[in-house]
């Protein structure tokens, strides 16, 4: 029987009420234990408020070499950016 | 440092590279960070596994010679802090073996590896610590030469490696400080407690100075992993500004460097200093270390003793999903 | 001092304050002793919080307990400078560590303890007593969670796990009466209502630790044969050699400061 513990990735919602964010992993056996070992092994210098794992094998991620179809389109949407738009200062703050 | 014997390939130039490597190459020049799922020379990935799993054993074995010392510790806010420490370590290596794990090695290879020889951690690990005040001095010289190492590793060109290093340091930062807290009050106190300063600066200062690795200059590897980003200054420079930044703080403490060439060299805006004895670095490094036998020997004992530990959870939480499974079933 | 009641024996109060850090004080120095053994990393890391958490109520109770005898010794000159005679901790908690299984349940026997100890020290009479208990009880519920979790786990987990966690329980079976002994200095304080009289926790206890033995599968003893001293000063052989490690460099340099 293999006796290694799967790998799970770790998020941590910080203390002011930001998203969770990823910030590591950790071994454990089941999804209970991940929670717990993810508070002594990444809260130890009080960084977080809530934790969420999830086994690293159940994260689909998208394909590197789909990176210009996936992310470039976006580049030219220019209009999706505050600062695309020019106020005028007595209109005040926007 | 961590990679001190870690072999790579001869570098070629961008002509001789395929495409693919040229362009991988080319982003690295960019300074761009490459992913774990992204195409990679197979050297690359070699001499990563080799470099992050070495560091990552270096940060577990380098528990020992500190926690030798935590039952020991002469007041309970020594013994919180130095437990305090040593944990980070543990949590350091556990970072670092995530990091080697996104290349496809899993921490239980890693493991075998480092338990079998096949893999070495950092030789500084393999000297004794024999009185408080090494306590002190691994804090201010060994995290002294790690932090000198690691600062910028956290630009190094793979993400996981780059990341991991940026919170080590983060984490790190206190380590070097509480190191020093001890030598100071060490080198102000009782005669006997300065002569344990002194000597313990005595036994530390050219394994210290060993931690980064023989001259580079002249290494075929070290210049792929320069190229590769995987490692950032020369064993040299790093050696120079070490022994730079630490004589002035010996200097505070009232502690002679065991060196007689030791001299400040206008020149080269930075001090002459003896060369370690290599052949004593080499030793160690083959087994012959005071402490290789016990510090190996007390992590395959703790390996060999959990086993059971490990396998009875992944038994339980197999169980535990079985039943959950069942339960579900029947409910249907 | 506001709380510095004149009907309330304070000679009783040092005594049972040196029962609570002498307690924390020894079996954080025996849970800092698996530091970069433990079977598992993330293991190691946890266990280090636990150590760390004892180590710092120590730091409180000691604190408080020279101030109540009002000798001027500090937390660091009641750990470092007392013979075994004088340590006041319960027997269980200066059993060997063993094997990571019997560390386990001899955290998990003494966190069930702990938690209900201290869980009524923070009604106490006395308003420093009961702010320790309340900055340690939070502790203290995570490490029972994280105990009981492992307990189960292990006691249902293989055949070997099952059998080395039965030992351990019927190895350390004996020393747990200990805790719920009564003397005079516990009447004292529980009629100032400072403590709980200790008999008093042993229902909720026993309540607890039955439950989570079921759900680890094994087998609650039967023997009622009870090793006490510690909380008068008689200690089993190993104090003594906890002592000579945590308290050689003050002895071996009196005076000096670290």
Same mark, same amino acid.
């Given at each position: 029987?293999?006796?290694?513990?799967?790998?799970?990735?770790?998020?941590?919602?910080?203390?002011?009420?930001?998203?969770?964010?990823?910030?590591?992993?950790?071994?454990?056996?089941?999804?209970?234990?991940?929670?717990?070992?993810?508070?002594?092994?990444? /809260?130890?210098?009080?960084?977080?408020?809530?934790?969420?794992?999830?086994?690293?094998?159940?994260?689909?991620?998208?394909?590197?070499?789909?990176?210009?179809?996936?992310?470039?389109?976006?580049?030219?949407?220019?209009?999706?950016?505050? /600062?695309?738009?020019?106020?005028?200062?007595?209109?005040?703050?926007? | 440092?961590?990679?001190?014997?870690?072999?790579?390939?001869?570098?070629?130039?961008?002509?001789?590279? %395929?495409?693919?490597?040229?362009?991988?190459? =080319?982003?690295?020049?960019?300074?761009?960070?490459?992913?774990?799922?992204?195409?990679?020379?197979?050297?690359?990935?070699?001499?990563?596994?080799?470099?992050?799993?070495? *560091?990552? *054993?270096?940060?577990? $074995?380098?528990?020992?010679?500190?926690?030798?010392?935590?039952?020991?510790?002469?007041?309970?806010?020594?013994?919180?802090?130095?437990? @305090?420490?040593?944990?980070?370590?543990?949590?350091?290596?556990?970072?670092?073996?995530?990091?080697?794990? %996104?290349?496809?090695?899993?921490?239980?290879?890693?493991?075998?590896?480092?338990?079998?020889?096949?893999?070495?951690?950092?030789?500084?690990?393999?000297?004794?610590?024999?009185?408080?005040?090494?306590?002190?001095?691994?804090?201010?010289? $060994?995290?002294?030469?790690?932090?000198?190492?690691?600062?910028?590793?956290?630009?190094?060109?793979?993400?996981?490696?780059?990341?991991?290093?940026?919170?080590?340091?983060?984490?790190?930062?206190?380590?070097?400080?509480?190191?020093?807290?001890?030598?100071?009050?060490?080198?102000?106190? %009782?005669?006997?407690?300065? @002569?344990?300063?002194?000597?313990?600066?005595?036994?530390?200062?050219?394994?210290?100075?060993?931690?980064?690795?023989?001259?580079?200059?002249?290494?075929? *590897?070290? %210049?792929?992993?320069?190229?590769?980003?995987?490692?950032?200054?020369?064993?040299?420079?790093?050696?120079?500004?070490?022994?730079?930044?630490?004589?002035?703080?010996?200097?505070?403490?009232?502690?002679?460097?065991?060196?007689?060439?030791?001299?400040?060299? =206008?020149?080269?805006?930075?001090?002459?200093?003896?060369?370690?004895?290599?052949?004593?670095?080499?030793?160690?490094?083959?087994?012959?270390?005071?402490?290789?036998?016990?510090?190996?020997?007390?992590?395959?004992?703790?390996?060999?003793?959990?086993?059971?530990?490990? =396998?009875?959870? $992944?038994?339980?939480?197999?169980?535990?999903?079985?039943?959950?499974?069942?339960?579900?079933?029947?409910?249907? | 001092?506001?709380?510095?009641?004149?009907?309330? #024996?304070?000679?009783?109060?040092?005594?049972?304050?040196?029962?609570?850090?002498?307690?924390?004080?020894?079996?954080?120095?025996?849970? !800092?002793?698996?530091?970069?053994? !433990?079977?598992?990393?993330?293991?190691?890391?946890?266990?280090?919080?636990?150590?760390? #958490?004892?180590?710092?109520?120590?730091?409180?109770?000691?604190?408080?307990?020279?101030?109540?005898?009002?000798?001027?010794?500090?937390?660091?000159?009641?750990?470092?400078?007392?013979?075994?005679?004088?340590?006041?901790?319960?027997?269980?908690?200066?059993?060997?560590?063993?094997?990571?299984?019997?560390?386990?349940?001899?955290?998990?026997?003494?966190?069930?303890?702990?938690?209900?100890?201290?869980?009524?020290?923070?009604? !106490?009479?006395?308003?420093?007593?009961?702010?320790?208990?309340?900055?340690?009880? +939070?502790?203290?519920?995570?490490?029972?969670?994280?105990?009981?979790?492992?307990?189960?786990?292990?006691?249902?987990?293989?055949?070997?796990?099952?059998?080395?966690?039965?030992?351990?329980?019927?190895?350390?079976?004996?020393?747990?009466?200990?805790?719920?002994?009564?003397?005079?200095?516990? +009447?004292?304080?529980?009629?100032?209502?400072?403590?709980?009289?200790?008999?008093?926790?042993?229902?909720?206890?026993?309540?607890?630790?039955?439950?989570?033995?079921?759900?680890?599968?094994?087998?609650?003893?039967?023997?009622?044969?009870?090793? +006490?001293?510690?909380? +008068?000063?008689?200690?089993?052989?190993?104090?003594?050699?906890?002592?000579?490690?945590?308290?050689?460099?003050?002895?071996?340099?009196?005076?000096?400061?670290?």
């Amino acid at each position: 029987m293999s006796s290694e513990w799967p790998l799970w990735e770790v998020f941590i919602r910080g203390q002011h009420g930001l998203n969770h964010r990823h910030v590591g992993s950790l071994h454990a056996p089941d999804a209970e234990m991940a929670i717990k070992n993810a508070r002594d092994v990444y /809260t130890r210098r009080n960084e977080g408020v809530s934790i969420w794992v999830v086994r690293s094998s159940e994260i689909a991620a998208s394909s590197p070499s789909d990176k210009g179809p996936l992310f470039e389109p976006s580049n030219s949407k220019v209009y999706r950016h505050p /600062t695309f738009f020019d106020i005028p200062e007595e209109v005040g703050h926007m | 440092m961590y990679a001190q014997l870690v072999k790579t390939e001869g570098t070629k130039s961008l002509e001789e590279m %395929t495409a693919e490597e040229r362009a991988f190459q =080319e982003r690295i020049d960019r300074g761009e960070k490459i992913e774990p799922k992204e195409w990679m020379p197979e050297g690359y990935r070699k001499t990563l596994i080799r470099q992050i799993g070495q *560091h990552a *054993h270096s940060e577990i $074995v380098g528990q020992l010679p500190e926690g030798n010392w935590i039952t020991r510790a002469p007041t309970l806010e020594r013994k919180a802090i130095l437990l @305090a420490k040593v944990q980070d370590e543990a949590g350091h290596g556990l970072y670092l073996y995530c990091a080697a794990e %996104t290349l496809g090695v899993s921490r239980d290879e890693l493991m075998e590896k480092l338990h079998n020889g096949t893999m070495k951690y950092s030789s500084i690990f393999n000297y004794p610590t024999l009185n408080w005040a090494d306590i002190g001095a691994v804090g201010w010289l $060994v995290d002294g030469a790690a932090i000198m190492n690691q600062v910028p590793l956290q630009r190094t060109s793979f993400g996981p490696y780059s990341r991991a290093m940026i919170r080590i340091c983060k984490e790190e930062s206190f380590h070097q400080r509480q190191g020093y807290d001890i030598m100071m009050k060490m080198a102000a106190g %009782t005669p006997e407690q300065k @002569a344990m300063a002194q000597d313990a600066l005595n036994r530390f200062w050219y394994p210290s100075l060993m931690m980064f690795g023989p001259s580079d200059k002249d290494s075929v *590897h070290s %210049t792929q992993s320069m190229a590769w980003k995987i490692k950032i200054n020369t064993n040299d420079e790093l050696r120079q500004k070490f022994v730079d930044q630490t004589v002035p703080q010996a200097e505070y403490l009232g502690l002679t460097i065991p060196d007689a060439n030791l001299k400040w060299n =206008e020149e080269k805006g930075g001090y002459d200093f003896s060369e370690p004895d290599w052949s004593e670095f080499f030793d160690v490094i083959a087994g012959n270390g005071p402490c290789n036998k016990e510090r190996l020997g007390a992590r395959v004992k703790a390996w060999e003793d959990g086993t059971w530990f490990r =396998e009875a959870l $992944v038994a339980h939480a197999e169980k535990a999903q079985a039943r959950r499974m069942a339960s579900k079933v029947a409910a249907e | 001092m506001a709380t510095l009641d004149l009907a309330v #024996d304070q000679a009783a109060l040092f005594e049972c304050l040196l029962r609570l850090g002498d307690n924390t004080l020894v079996l954080g120095h025996r849970v !800092s002793e698996w530091c970069g053994h !433990s079977p598992v990393l993330e293991e190691d890391i946890a266990l280090a919080n636990t150590a760390l #958490d004892l180590i710092g109520q120590t730091q409180l109770w000691l604190g408080l307990a020279g101030e109540v005898e009002g000798k001027g010794r500090t937390a660091d000159n009641l750990a470092y400078l007392r013979d075994a005679a004088a340590f006041r901790n319960l027997l269980l908690v200066e059993r060997p560590n063993g094997d990571f299984g019997q560390t386990l349940m001899r955290q998990f026997l003494f966190d069930a303890w702990h938690f209900e100890m201290l869980t009524a020290l923070t009604r !106490s009479a006395d308003k420093r007593v009961a702010e320790i208990a309340a900055k340690a009880l +939070k502790e203290v519920a995570y490490h029972l969670e994280r105990s009981s979790d492992l307990v189960i786990r292990l006691g249902d987990g293989t055949a070997e796990s099952h059998r080395r966690m039965q030992r351990a329980l019927d190895d350390l079976w004996s020393y747990t009466g200990e805790m719920f002994v009564t003397d005079d200095a516990d +009447k004292a304080m529980a009629e100032a209502g400072i403590m709980p009289d200790p008999a008093s926790l042993r229902g909720p206890w026993e309540a607890r630790i039955r439950d989570v033995l079921a759900e680890a599968t094994l087998a609650v003893p039967t023997g009622t044969y009870v090793h +006490k001293g510690g909380r +008068k000063g008689v200690h089993t052989e190993h104090l003594g050699f906890i002592l000579a490690d945590m308290q050689f460099l003050q002895r071996a340099y009196p005076g000096a400061t670290w």
